[in-house]
């Protein structure tokens, strides 16, 4: 497998006039990718790729996520493809459904969110590879589209997504799939045989990179990877099925708690060891350790939320932890997929 791409989240909620400097603190540090998000209504993930790979030399931007329904195909495909052309191998696109709430929100809900996932990603792969697209689909219609600059190198199309369905989609349909906070080796497991399942439905055997978003307090302390992961579980999350063992105790910690911050104090610390990457050198480097062996092909750790401890933090693994990563990740044995 070689080794593991280690990249950094560049939290939507922090000023977008902050990100040059954060994209080159991040070069600096020796990360291989930047994640940029894009969530209602925060920071334009196209954008903000931009800035961050023109600010850069060699780092590779992620856009996590672009919510499929909110876009033309046509129009997805001729943002990608200029920074594609722009800055060759460097982007990694993703597509996905779009948290509902948003998506009602701003008129661009659909009934069938697989289907509008499902055409926007299969028109925007087929534009950029340089065909002349022609579609009806219930989201996606295009009549003899092809794009004038289509890139000599297209980029890799993933899908960040959870569920059954979308994870066989994605088999299907993408190039990657990205997993968000809180997939524990278990559930990264359970994704890869979905999207397996997927891939030999539709008869792909290229490779397909499985991106996982981790919680990161590279802190003894592991404080604030716990609030993190307390207001995940208060926000509603929903627990899939490789994690069914703790559905009675989780029921039972949100009834016994009033909020975030009491259900954070209550949390057992065996819920930190299986859904972050928190504590000392050993204890992260174990986590990712972890999700590489359950079959992640990359990383990117989610820094806390405040913006200097996350500068902190970064500068800090990227130090001890980093390095550690690499040369076990660059001894490791390929993983069986």
Excluded at 115 to 123: D, Q, S
Excluded at 299 to 326: E, Y
Aim: net charge negative.
């Amino acid at each position: 497998m070689g080794q593991m791409p280690i990249g950094v989240m560049y939290r939507c909620d922090n000023a977008p006039e902050q990100l040059p400097a954060y994209a080159r603190l991040v070069e600096r540090l020796g990360y291989d990718e930047l994640w940029v998000v894009e969530d209602c209504f925060f920071g334009g993930g196209v954008s903000s790729a931009a800035v961050a790979a023109a600010v850069t030399d060699r780092l590779r931007i992620g856009i996590g996520i672009l919510p499929a329904a909110f876009r033309n195909p046509a129009v997805a495909a001729m943002e990608l493809a200029n920074l594609a052309r722009l800055f060759p191998g460097r982007i990694l696109p993703g597509f996905g459904h779009g948290v509902p709430d948003w998506v009602r929100q701003v008129g661009a809900a659909h009934p069938s969110p697989l289907a509008v996932l499902a055409e926007t990603v299969a028109a925007v792969r087929a534009l950029l590879a340089g065909e002349r697209v022609t579609v009806a689909g219930r989201h996606a219609r295009l009549r003899e589209v092809a794009l004038e600059f289509p890139p000599e190198q297209p980029p890799p199309i993933s899908t960040g997504v959870r569920a059954e369905k979308s994870l066989r989609l994605s088999g299907r349909v993408a190039d990657g799939t990205i997993l968000a906070e809180g997939a524990n080796p278990a559930y990264v497991r359970w994704a890869r045989g979905l999207i397996d399942e997927g891939r030999r439905e539709a008869g792909r055997t290229d490779d397909h990179r499985l991106t996982v978003y981790a919680h990161l307090d590279f802190d003894e302390g592991r404080g604030s990877a716990r609030r993190e992961f307390a207001a995940q579980l208060a926000g509603g999350w929903a627990l899939p099925p490789a994690d069914a063992d703790l559905a009675d105790e989780i029921t039972s910690m949100l009834a016994g708690s009033s909020g975030a911050k009491a259900l954070a104090a209550a949390l057992p610390e065996h819920y930190l060891d299986r859904f972050t990457t928190a504590g000392d050198v050993e204890q992260c480097a174990t986590a990712v350790a972890r999700l590489r062996e359950a079959s992640a092909d990359a990383v990117v750790f989610v820094p806390p939320r405040d913006a200097q401890s996350a500068v902190a933090q970064i500068t800090l693994a990227a130090d001890t932890l980093l390095p550690m990563i690499r040369s076990a990740t660059a001894t490791a044995p390929a993983t069986t997929r």
